[in-house]
């Protein structure tokens, strides 16, 4: 099973606390991963193991989950990120290449 990375569309899977929180079978994008106890974020799920992954939605509200909680569902291939001058394109195999300017 491949674990959801930075630009893949994700499902919230169902437990106790994404129930509560009113997320669990929704759908988002992985915006990134921290470190919780480094920045403070309040952390859907256990927490214990320090790792957590930013999901959001696209009603515009985003939560930090236990990756667990967190189900790739695909990498978005064409997705285009931008970095400093440098541009970025997501292969289908969810590398991503870096592209000339369009």
Known sequence: M????LGDTVLIVASPDTIAGGFAGRTGTCYGFTTPSAIGVEVI?????????NVGFDDGTSAWFHPSLVAFVDVNAGQVAVVG???FVRA?????IEAPDS
């Open 2 to 5: 491949r674990q959801a990375d």
């Open 45 to 53: 799920g256990d927490a214990g193991d320090d790792h957590a992954l």
């Open 85 to 87: 001058d440098k541009r």
């Open 92 to 96: 289908p195999d969810g590398d991503w």
